[in-house]
């Protein structure tokens, strides 16, 4: 298993919470069900730790409070007291993964320039697209609605066609479109891709 969630009620302490994926948690999303918060998302990898946005699409935000300042191991992830991922009283749910043959967190650059490959370690066959450096959305790609169809993880508008292309192949990802949002020079971005995983190739399943 390389992902999982978990319900759980706090305190005003730091804590370190275990898990069960055997690797390192590469992306994180905890929100506090008790009282009105945003959901707090935490990705990190072997260049770049301890970086948080909130899911409203904020830009990406150096703090201890939130995890501790502390990386996750192998075996435990760290929350530090905060409002809205660790507060006495409060419940909150987290969901989590690491990298696996399913299911991986890939930094990437814009380059401006429509044909931007980005590889991936299996078949894509849907991609969450988000930029790092500024408050823009989460955009979601499949293989069912068509390469310039996006949905926005943290809008309630109805989905974007015909603008911003972006292809699954068979062991990459091309960005054929030059917008802000997901390919301009120089920008920062992360790639949240996933894979089938119905044993029949069909629509896509994600299991634990």
């Given at each position: 298993?390389?992902?999982?969630?978990?319900?759980?009620?706090?305190?005003?302490?730091?804590?370190?919470?275990?898990?069960s994926?055997?690797?390192?948690?590469?992306?994180?999303?905890?929100?506090?069900?008790?009282?009105?918060?945003?959901?707090?998302?935490?990705?990190?990898?072997?260049?770049?730790?301890?970086?948080?946005?909130?899911?409203d699409?904020?830009?990406?935000?150096?703090?201890?409070?939130?995890?501790?300042?502390?990386?996750?191991?192998?075996?435990?992830?760290?929350?530090?007291?905060?409002?809205?991922?660790?507060?006495?009283?409060?419940?909150?749910?987290?969901r989590?993964?690491?990298?696996?043959?399913?299911?991986?967190?890939?930094?990437?650059?814009?380059?401006?320039?429509?044909?931007?490959?980005?590889?991936?370690?299996?078949?894509?066959?849907?991609?969450?697209?988000k930029?790092?450096?500024?408050?823009?959305?989460?955009?979601?790609?499949?293989?069912?609605?068509?390469?310039?169809?996006?949905?926005?993880?943290?809008?309630?508008?109805?989905?974007?066609?015909?603008?911003?292309?972006?292809?699954?192949?068979?062991?990459?990802?091309?960005?054929?479109?030059?917008?802000?949002?997901?390919?301009?020079?120089?920008?920062?971005?992360?790639?949240?891709?996933?894979?089938?995983?119905?044993?029949?190739?069909?629509?896509?399943?994600?299991?634990?």
């Amino acid at each position: 298993m390389r992902n999982g969630s978990r319900l759980r009620e706090c305190t005003n302490s730091v804590i370190n919470i275990p898990h069960s994926l055997g690797k390192e948690i590469a992306f994180s999303v905890t929100k506090r069900l008790s009282s009105t918060r945003n959901g707090m998302v935490y990705y990190g990898d072997k260049d770049s730790r301890l970086k948080l946005f909130a899911a409203d699409g904020n830009a990406v935000a150096l703090s201890a409070a939130y995890w501790n300042n502390t990386e996750p191991t192998a075996s435990t992830f760290t929350f530090g007291n905060y409002s809205n991922t660790n507060q006495s009283g409060g419940v909150f749910l987290d969901r989590y993964f690491a990298n696996s043959d399913y299911q991986e967190l890939i930094n990437y650059d814009g380059t401006g320039v429509t044909g931007n490959e980005i590889s991936t370690s299996f078949m894509p066959r849907r991609v969450t697209l988000k930029r790092l450096d500024g408050v823009f959305s989460y955009f979601v790609y499949d293989n069912k609605r068509g390469d310039d169809t996006s949905l926005y993880l943290n809008s309630a508008a109805i989905e974007d066609t015909g603008w911003m292309n972006v292809s699954l192949a068979t062991d990459s990802i091309s960005i054929n479109a030059t917008a802000n949002d997901i390919n301009q020079s120089g920008g920062q971005y992360i790639a949240i891709v996933e894979a089938d995983t119905n044993a029949d190739g069909g629509d896509l399943s994600l299991c634990n």
